[in-house]
């Protein structure tokens, strides 16, 4: 297992030093981006060299890996946070949230897609890209290719949004103020890079407060895994495949919100702190460089453009019911 690790630990290596180009940062692809294309370029050439006994190193990655980079993905939060942008930013993302959830799943529903790909692409859309996906991921436990084609979605159009919002708004397009502004960012721009990427190019004040309400979308993570581990459960109890009475919690969400807790503390020195979200993009860079890995184009065309036709529906319903909320909600909830 030991010979997998360290391969998708190298994959991650190269990542880093690829996100760190000038170009790669002038887009706002984080290292995991660059680790899952890299992951995806290996698994249709020289996947099929790999010997057998590497592949458990490969899964450990993109499980337990997985599980403890989301745990300390905390470290990137505090509960002042949600203090800091008031009622009006929480009601606009937890709108966002629930509408772009049930509403991606009925649309799979009536495309009859894959549920897994339309739950994850979902989830993505509406909570905060890759890293919400692979939490997702965790709960539900899909074949990966399916977690790759829904990461690959939020990619694109969260890539999209970061180019056209700031050129909107300085055109005029969107007529908000900038805090207005940076709640829309931050409500409906799928990756937190981006989201920073959005905000850096319309100006400090947008920036601020759209990064802050991106963090409180980040924190629903945690109620919408514990809701969908609570489906899933009753889903195999429907199916006679569960036990009655146990719930599965996603235990690494439960410890998301422990960390976030402690975080909120102020106990570590800011310089620690910063260590740990670099290692913490690390982990995550490694657990979606295994997914990558495990994941052909054959499998991609399996999925077919249904899931990029889904993500292209949620990417216009943030865009635009995001865009009304802000104008008219935000300023009548202060």
């Known amino acids: 297992m030991l010979h997998g690790v360290l391969l998708i630990a190298l994959f991650s290596c190269a990542a880093f030093y690829i996100g760190g180009m000038g170009f790669v940062k002038s887009l706002s692809l984080s290292p995991m981006i660059v680790g899952i294309v890299l992951g995806m370029l290996y698994a249709n050439s020289l996947r099929n060299n790999l010997p057998e006994t590497w592949v458990p190193g490969i899964q450990f990655c993109s499980k337990r890996v997985l599980r403890i980079g989301i745990i300390l993905y905390g470290f990137r939060l505090t509960f002042q946070n949600v203090a800091d942008v008031g009622l009006a930013a929480i009601v606009v993302d937890a709108v966002v949230v629930t509408v772009t959830i049930l509403g991606g799943v009925l649309i799979g529903r009536l495309m009859k897609m894959d549920r897994g790909i339309a739950l994850l692409t979902s989830v993505g859309s509406a909570i905060c890209g890759a890293a919400a996906v692979l939490g997702t991921e965790s709960a539900i436990r899909v074949k990966p290719y399916k977690t790759a084609v829904a990461v690959s979605t939020v990619v694109i159009f969260g890539t999209l949004a970061m180019f056209v919002y700031p050129l909107l708004y300085r055109n005029g397009v969107f007529d908000l103020s900038p ?156």
């Open 179 to 334: 805090r207005e502004m940076g709640v829309f960012t931050g409500s409906t721009v799928h990756e937190v890079a981006h989201v920073v990427g959005a905000g850096n190019a319309m100006g400090k004040e947008v920036s601020d407060s759209a990064i802050i309400v991106k963090m409180i979308r980040v924190m629903m993570l945690v109620p919408v895994l514990i809701i969908i581990s609570y489906g899933v459960m009753r889903a195999a109890l429907k199916n006679g495949g569960g036990e009655r009475g146990k719930i599965r919690l996603p235990w690494f969400a439960v410890l998301f919100l422990v960390v976030i807790g402690f975080n909120s503390l102020g106990l570590l020195p800011a310089a620690v702190v910063g260590f740990i979200n670099t290692f913490d993009t690390f982990l995550l860079t490694m657990a979606m460089t295994a997914l990558g890995a495990e994941t052909s184009i054959d499998k991609f065309k399996k999925a077919g453009a249904k899931p990029f036709v889904l993500a292209f529906i949620l990417f216009v319903w943030l865009m635009g019911g995001g865009y009304l909320m802000a104008k008219y909600l935000v300023p009548v909830l202060g």
